[in-house]
């Protein structure tokens, strides 16, 4: 499964970095790969967040294990995680749902 993670780094996190460049992309990727989950790409970003990061794992508790283990390093002030749906995914739940909507006889509130 895909997943998109979006993280804002903590302000001491960016004062090592200003302090010590060095690229972060090959440190996260290095403790991704590490774990079994494949990293497509980190970019960073000025604004709400500060890094957008796109990974693939067999697992969500795989890939939860990866991004506590960075969290817990107190570079990460906040982070969200988003289960990506692939096309194929997404159209066979639309199949679904339109199979469930003919055969249902549910009526939304009025």
Not at 66 to 90: C, Q, R
């Amino acid at each position: 499964m895909k997943i998109l993670t979006l993280a804002k780094y903590s302000p001491e996190a960016i004062k090592g970095m200003v302090e010590n460049p060095m690229s972060r992309a090959k440190a996260v990727s290095a403790v991704f790969e590490g774990a079994g989950v494949r990293v497509h790409s980190i970019d960073f970003c000025l604004g709400d967040w500060d890094v957008v990061l796109i990974a693939e794992a067999e697992s969500m508790d795989k890939y939860t294990a990866v991004i506590l283990t960075v969290v817990s390093s107190g570079a990460i002030d906040d982070w969200k995680t988003y289960p990506l749906i692939s096309d194929e995914e997404f159209t066979k739940g639309m199949q679904k749902a339109n199979e469930l909507v003919s055969a249902s006889a549910y009526k939304k509130p009025n």
